[in-house]
T-cell receptor, first 110, second 114 residues
Framework: DAKTTQPTSMDCAEGRAANLPCNHS???????VYWYRQIHSQGPQYIIHGLKNNETNEMASLIITEDRKSSTLILPHATLRDTAVYYCIVRVARAYKYIFGTGTRLKVLA | SQTIHQWPATLVQPVGSPLSLECTVE??????LYWYRQAAGRGLQLLFY??????ISSEVPQNLSASRPQDRQFILSSKKLLLSDSGFYLC?????????????FGPGTRLTVL
């Protein structure tokens, strides 16, 4: 699985968009980008995934650069409940293993 | 709908004692099953995964072992706990038919070894 690089921590004002970057410069053509988040003392929760095109669901948007070497998870209107650690993972869709890095600790400020 | 259970929720054990953590999944068949550990303030470390009954892949050599005696049951064990085994243990499952791309995590077991 390709290695990902994320900032250690970020702050965001409540109601503003939170933009969480992820660098995956060694990603291969058949690897997807997945995002999960982990709220304190809970198991991680799936947010979104994508291959090439930008994706949007009820939780977030995923913007993948044209060269696929980086991506950004966007929480359009961050709330206090979005305070969590966000993990960016790249993997082949049908691979068994998920390798989580250390993620970005997002703190949403009132 | 599918649900995943882990128990116990919290556990305090002395160094050198045995360990058995259990995970069960309901509402799906032949899931891929996973054990992760998260040390305090750290990321998730994949310990074991299983693609079927009796099939276990180990990711990190250590004093832990895993077993899958039934299709939807995954057990994490140790004969003698170390202080470094303290952490938050998470079980997860993924549909083996790829109907979902994501993993689903259980509530976790917080283990403290004293």
């Amino acid at each position: 699985d390709a290695k990902t690089t994320q900032p250690t921590s970020m702050d965001c004002a409540e109601g503003r968009a939170a933009n969480l970057p992820c660098n995956h410069s060694t990603i291969s053509g058949n690897e997807y980008v997945y995002w999960y988040r982990q709220i304190h003392s809970q198991g991680p929760q799936y947010i979104i995934h994508g291959l090439k095109n930008n994706e949007t669901n009820e939780m977030a948007s995923l913007i993948i650069t044209e060269d696929r070497k980086s991506s950004t998870l966007i929480l359009p209107h961050a709330t206090l409940r979005d305070t969590a650690v966000y993990y960016c993972i790249v993997r082949v869709a049908r691979a068994y293993k998920y390798i989580f890095g250390t993620g970005t600790r997002l703190k949403v400020l009132a | 709908s599918q649900t995943i259970h882990q128990w116990p929720a919290t556990l305090v054990q002395p160094v050198g004692s045995p360990l058995s953590l259990e995970c069960t999944v309901e509402g799906t068949s032949n899931p891929n099953l996973y054990w992760y550990r998260q040390a305090a303030g750290r990321g998730l470390q994949l310990l074991f995964y299983s693609v079927g009954i009796g099939q276990i892949s180990s990711e990190v050599p250590q004093n832990l072992s895993a077993s899958r005696p039934q299709d939807r049951q995954f057990i994490l064990s140790s004969k003698k706990l170390l202080l470094s085994d303290s952490g938050f243990y998470l079980c997860a499952w993924r549909a083996s038919d790829y109907s979902y791309n994501e993993q689903f995590f259980g509530p976790g077991t917080r283990l403290t070894v004293l």
